[in-house]
Every structure is written in C-alpha cells, then in structure tokens.
C-alpha cells in the first residue's frame, strides 16, 4: 500500500513537470522584437549612463584622497572646498557663463483675439525642463527662481510655481547656462527644432529663443533645504 502512495506521488510530480515544459512549449515568453538601431541606442544611453557614474566616483574618490592626505589646517580648506562645490551643485550660489537667454511671450494670435492673458502651466514648464536636461551639465533659471534636480513644478492654490515661489504671468525669461559656448549652439540649434515650441504655441504663447551668449548671469536659490535626517553631532562628538 505504501509503495502504490509512493508511486502515484512520483506520476503526480512527473505529470506536474510535463505540464510545465508544455506550456512553456505553447506559450513562451516574449521576444524582444525591436530593430538593431533600437537596440544600439539603448546601448549607447547605457554607457553613457555608466561613464557618467564613473565620472561621480572618480570625483569622490579624488575629494576621499585629499581628505586623507591633509591634516589640520589643510583639512579644513579640504572640506571648505567641498562645501562650495555642493553648494554649486544645489544651485545655492550665483553662476555666469556660456548659455542663452529665452523670452516666455504671449503669442500675437492669442493678443490679436483677445485670449485672456494666463499663467503656462506646470506640466508644460515640466515637459520643458526634461526636453532641456537632456542635455548635460546644465544650469537653469526660470523666472528668477533656480531649477535644480530638487526644484518642485507644481500648482499651488491656483498658481504655478518653482521651489514653492510663483511664477509671473508672460513676458518672462528662462535662463540656460552650458559648459561651454559650443554647447550652448547645440541646446540652441536643439531647441529651434523642438516640438516643445509647439507645445507653447497651443497653449498660446511663444518661445524667443535668443541667440548664445558668452555671459549669462543665473540666480542661486534663495529658499533654504529643510534637513530632515542629518544631525549635527555635538563638538568633540
């Protein structure tokens, strides 16, 4: 009686296993059916993405080494240093440089009507800030107010506003600065043929888009971080 229970578990595990490979027979999983190009791309954004990365631990490594080799005074500047590099990072100081300077303008069609003049909404300024940060190292000012990775876009009571600040009603500018002056002609040149422009004309307004510059000023941000999770330790601590 034992070796019949024992026998018909070991059909049941066999029959379980045979319907398993059938229907991976029947049923398997999906290819990937994209052309070559499509895959090449993507492999090209990926090594971008890796070189990238690269780029960040070589520079934390270099500031690591230099922490290591400095002592006292020379400690100190180390780490003054840093700080100054972060707070650029963050967009806390003010930057000039290559870049260019763009008019957010009501169209003449929308003024020609009489289209009551309103505010550009945060999905387009969003949509904006992605089609231009796919371009690296760059810097960015909209209305006076610093976008940087932790800027919010959003509606607030009604108003649209950047890091929590309202944005004015058009005519304002949006301010751009590159790594250098080439970069800017390729942002620029981008930008004339983007459907972004578009995007604004439908929503009635225009994009002037002025030529590079070789000085452009951008603000820093004026509204300070809130810390939530770093704790000053005690001195001596």
């Known amino acids: 009686m034992k070796r019949r229970w024992m026998f018909t578990f070991i059909l049941l595990i066999v029959g379980f296993m045979v319907a398993v490979q059938y229907n991976t027979v029947q049923h398997p999983q999906e290819r990937d059916t994209?052309?070559?190009w499509a895959i090449r791309n993507e492999l090209t954004k990926e090594r971008k993405l890796h070189s990238e990365l690269l780029t960040e631990v070589r520079a934390l490594d270099q500031t690591l080494g230099k922490y290591n080799?400095?002592?006292?005074?020379?400690?100190?500047?180390?780490?003054?240093?840093?700080v100054r590099s972060l707070r650029k990072q963050a967009g806390m100081v003010d930057q000039t440089g290559p870049g260019i300077v763009i008019d957010v303008v009501p169209s003449q069609e929308s003024i020609a009507i009489g289209i009551p003049?309103?505010?550009?909404?945060?999905?387009?300024?969003?949509?904006?800030?992605?089609?231009?940060?796919?371009?690296?190292?760059?810097?960015?000012?909209?209305?006076?107010?610093?976008?940087?990775?932790?800027?919010?876009?959003r509606d607030i009571n009604g108003d649209t506003t950047v890091n929590g600040l309202p944005v004015s009603l058009p005519p304002f500018q949006i301010k751009i600065l590159s790594a250098d002056l080439g970069s800017s002609e390729k942002l620029y040149n981008f930008l004339q043929s983007s459907s972004i422009l578009d995007d604004f004309y439908l929503e009635d307004f225009v994009l002037e888009v002025g030529q590079p510059e070789s000085e452009v000023t951008i603000n820093g941000r004026i509204d300070?971080?809130?810390?939530h999770f770093l704790k000053e330790l005690p001195k001596g601590g």
């Open 34 to 36: 994209r052309d070559l």
């Open 117 to 153: 003049l309103h505010e550009v909404s945060p999905e387009l300024l969003t949509r904006f800030v992605n089609d231009v940060n796919r371009f690296k190292g760059v810097d960015m000012e909209i209305d006076g107010k610093r976008v940087t990775a932790l800027s919010a876009i």
């Open 69 to 82: 080799a400095s002592e006292g005074a020379s400690a100190g500047k180390v780490l003054a240093d840093t």
């Open 224 to 227: 300070k971080f809130e810390n």
